[in-house]
């Protein structure tokens, strides 16, 4: 009696072909054990389908034309690419684009500053915004279980993050467009699962690096080696 086939796992971060020479980027049947490009037509075609939504179509018709117009002199040749737009002017853009002038701005409390500011060049870009920061409702942490000793600061009644409150005002809102501004890890996902509106990132939180994730990413062979060491948590 045969075995089922062992299922070999997806793995394009193990990828090590060349970007020119990758399946997914050129006309050519090379890719890594397991590519999802050669391995699963299938799910592909379904996917692929999806974009027969008039929708689903514009909305990444418009997402694949804001990613070419941030790089400059497309018309060079040979071209090297030559980025020139920051993530809010690409929101920004993107937004007009799709016509979506409500924007749910979703923050953390810890960037208030940084949501002001926010808030302020959207408005005077024309938009209406509908901002939320993440402990409103003041919900205790108590209602999830959270124990005393699991708070930041013990002893006292600590009010929770509640990204499913702000998800939820911006759905009765009807916002066009929700924009997270530094939501914890989880907390956004959860803003992700309940909000109705198309949601993206302006940016995410990371206490220790000034909310630039990748630069332990970066410096993960010198000063933040400790994150390939699995004994050091």
């Not at 394009?12 to 060349?18: I, M």
């Not at 699963?40 to 075609?45: A, E, G, N, R, V």
């Not at 309940?194 to 994730?213: E, F, I, M, Q, S």
């Amino acid at each position: 009696m045969g075995g089922r086939k062992k299922r070999i796992p997806m793995d394009c971060a193990s990828c090590k072909l060349e970007v020119a020479k990758k399946v997914c980027m050129a006309k050519e049947d090379t890719g890594s054990t397991g590519c999802p490009t050669l391995t699963q037509k299938k799910i592909l075609d379904r996917s692929n389908r999806e974009y027969e939504h008039s929708n689903v179509k514009e909305f990444a018709r418009q997402a694949s034309i804001q990613e070419g117009e941030c790089y400059a002199n497309r018309h060079q040749r040979p071209y090297v690419m030559q980025p020139t737009k920051t993530r809010m002017e690409e929101i920004i853009e993107f937004s007009r684009k799709m016509k979506r002038r409500k924007l749910g701005l979703a923050f953390c409390i810890g960037l208030a500053k940084e949501a002001s500011v926010v808030q302020e060049i959207f408005r005077k870009k024309g938009f209406e915004v509908i901002s939320i920061l993440c402990k409103a409702g003041r919900t205790s942490k108590d209602w999830v279980g959270i124990k005393d000793e699991e708070k930041i600061f013990r002893g006292t009644e600590e009010s929770m993050c509640n990204p499913i409150f702000q998800a939820k005002l911006f759905n009765e809102e009807k916002t066009d467009l929700n924009i997270l501004l530094g939501l914890c890890v989880g907390h956004d996902s959860l803003f992700f699962k309940y909000a109705k509106a198309p949601t993206t990132v302006l940016a995410v939180k990371d206490r220790v690096t000034g909310h630039n994730p990748l630069i332990p990413i970066y410096l993960s062979t010198s000063f933040y080696q400790k994150l390939r060491h699995l004994e050091i948590s």
